[in-house]
């Protein structure tokens, strides 16, 4: 990992209920070590966050670890949701997993498509 992707994997925050649930998730589930967020072309936006639960890191993973909870994004990944917030919001309108993106110009009600 470059010295680029160490600055901005400290710009990416978990939020205290995103590592609650996560680290819930993950105990639930076998084998599994933690959730990998990924960007990927595509979606109604132009690009979507995908979430997978995995029971191994990659080379080119960054984690970042939180009461229990890791989160694993690539590199590529990484460079578009350098300075985002990873939260965990139950509310009215149901459970979801939500990315606060500074970079994001604009996003669609999914929830997890945006453009840059």
Request: hydrophobic residues 40%.
């Amino acid at each position: 990992m470059g010295a680029d992707a160490k600055t901005i994997m400290k710009n990416v925050e978990l939020s205290d209920s995103a590592a609650k649930r996560i680290a819930k998730i993950v105990a639930a589930e076998p084998g599994k070590i933690g959730l990998r967020i990924s960007v990927e072309g595509g979606g109604c936006s132009g690009f979507s966050y995908k979430f997978d639960l995995v029971s191994d890191r990659n080379d080119d993973d960054v984690a970042i670890e939180k009461d229990g909870a890791i989160v694993l994004i690539d590199d590529l990944s990484l460079v578009y949701m350098g300075g985002s917030v990873i939260d965990f919001v139950d509310d009215l309108m149901g459970q979801s997993f939500q990315i606060r993106n500074p970079n994001a110009v604009a996003s669609c009600g999914c929830g997890t498509s945006f453009s840059i």
